[in-house]
């Protein structure tokens, strides 16, 4: 697809691609794919706290006017906020807009159907095959804002826990200057936190700030000895944690963790957890060694979420910090995470290192590499013969992924092995074949 990538549609604002003509254009073929299915079709919008946001907003709405489309708009919400409000207000779609961890330069789309999922790749075919670009028509208007969608998701996640039970815990949090500023230090308070608010909105949107720069996160929790940090990220769909020292506590370490402490009380549909291709090997062992299975999906949360269905599955999640808990919503919810943490320390009365260590990694290696262009990767006979080479190998003793990015022009390396001398060797000499050719 020209458009979509693994989660949703991003690039630079302003660009070739993502402009406020694009945005028209966007809404226009959003409400020819509403009107082929239904009558007097409604959407609810949302952003993240992104200069660019607004004006994006007024063109996508004026393609849906244009287009037969009542359109809302629900202003600055987290995005698991907007899938929260979609399904109470019975909307037939909703749109954030929203780039996630990228730089605040950056804009895009994650579209969410009636039911509050990402759309299906097929949907989002159809969608892109109705995009004909055109001009914004001047004296474009914003729609009519709406207050209560934000007031919903708020209630709903007060309610979801018992009332103070973070009472006399020191949390610190950190908010990207992004989505969750008007959400996640209401809530953690609401729970009885002393929270230490971070970037709450004071700059720009994950510009050294939340869950792609915690360095700060994890200096503050030492500074004011608190037992847990977290850092979201720009539209508050993922978290990453710190304990009381200071350590980041890996992905694939929390999604073990959480899927222990549902076994231990039996809240953990399917006895297995769905993770990525991504997810550490010593995480599926640390599973199987207590019972349980994990399954394996495609990298993106939307895959993720299907998996989960396809399998039984209530609990999963990407290393990234996306977690999916379907009981609670059929998409991520960083704030949610961040409580459903918080939650397992204080019930199992251990500290998030604690919890943590039952979790055993393999030594791995991770890179990004920017790419001129995405050729197939099986189409490039050097590279294909050196991934061989590798995996062959390795045996069973490690693993490799190689894939593009679906979000930036970039491919993604990944090595691990059970010993860090043998995980890094191969990454090495794989990333300097990866670099030569693409």
């Known amino acids: 697809m020209n458009y979509f990538g693994t989660d949703g549609i991003r690039g630079h604002y302003g660009g070739k691609l993502l402009n406020d003509d694009f945005a028209y254009s966007l809404g226009c073929a959003l409400g020819g794919y509403l009107n082929a299915s239904g009558p007097d079709p409604s959407v609810l919008l949302a952003r993240d706290t992104r200069p660019s946001g607004e004006k994006l907003m007024v063109a ?30 019975k909307v037939d779609l909703g749109v954030m807009i929203t780039a996630s961890h ?4 950056d804009n895009g789309f994650k579209i969410f159907s009636r039911k509050g999922e990402k759309l299906a790749i097929e949907q989002e075919r159809l969608i892109e095959s109705r995009i004909e670009l055109s001009a ?20 709903y996640v007060k309610g979801v826990f018992p009332d103070g039970f973070l009472k006399g815990r020191k949390v610190v949090a950190d908010m990207a200057n992004g989505a969750t500023s008007g959400t996640s230090f209401q809530v953690l308070s609401h729970y009885g936190a002393e929270v230490f608010p971070l970037h709450h909105g004071e700059g720009a949107i994950n510009e050294n700030a939340g869950s792609e720069h915690p360095r700060l996160m994890q200096a503050k929790v030492s500074e004011v000895g608190a037992q847990l940090g977290i850092a979201y990220d720009g539209d508050g769909d993922r978290a990453l944690f710190c304990d009381a020292g200071g350590g980041l ?28 291709e991504h997810s550490n090997s010593g995480l599926e062992e640390s599973l199987r060694i207590e ?25 999963g999640g ?13 998409t991520g919810d960083g704030l949610y ?14 500290s998030l290192k604690e919890l943590s260590g039952a979790i055993s990694l393999w030594p791995s290696r991770v890179g990004a ?9 099986e189409d490039e006979p050097a590279l294909n013969k050196a991934l061989r080479e590798t995996v062959l190998g390795l045996g069973s003793e490690g693993r490799v992924l190689l894939r593009y990015s679906g979000t930036e022009p970039k491919i993604r390396l990944l090595v691990e092995a059970r010993n860090r001398e043998l995980a890094d060797e191969n990454f090495y000499l794989l990333a300097s074949v990866v670099e030569k050719i693409l």
């Open 60 to 89: 996508l709405s004026r393609g849906l006017e244009n287009s037969g489309c009542r359109a809302v708009d629900a202003g600055i919400l987290p995005t698991p906020a907007l899938s929260h409000g979609v399904v109470g207000r």
């Open 369 to 377: 590499f920017p790419v001129r262009r995405k050729v197939p990767i």
């Open 102 to 105: 990228n730089p605040i330069g």
């Open 291 to 315: 019972g349980l299975a994990l399954h394996r999906a495609k990298v993106g949360d939307r895959n993720v979420a299907e998996m989960m269905r396809k399998e039984g599955c209530n609990l």
């Open 136 to 155: 914004l028509p001047e004296n474009s208007g914003p729609p009519p804002r709406d207050s209560e969608t934000g007031k919903a998701y708020l209630d």
């Open 249 to 276: 506590i890996h992905g694939d370490k929390i999604l073990g963790l959480l899927a222990l402490d549902a076994k231990r009380f039996s809240s953990l549909d399917g006895a297995a957890l769905v993770a990525t």
């Open 318 to 330: 990407e290393s990234s910090g996306h977690v999916v808990c379907s009981n609670y919503l059929p």
């Open 337 to 350: 995470t961040s409580l459903l943490v918080a939650y397992a320390m204080v019930r199992n009365s251990k």
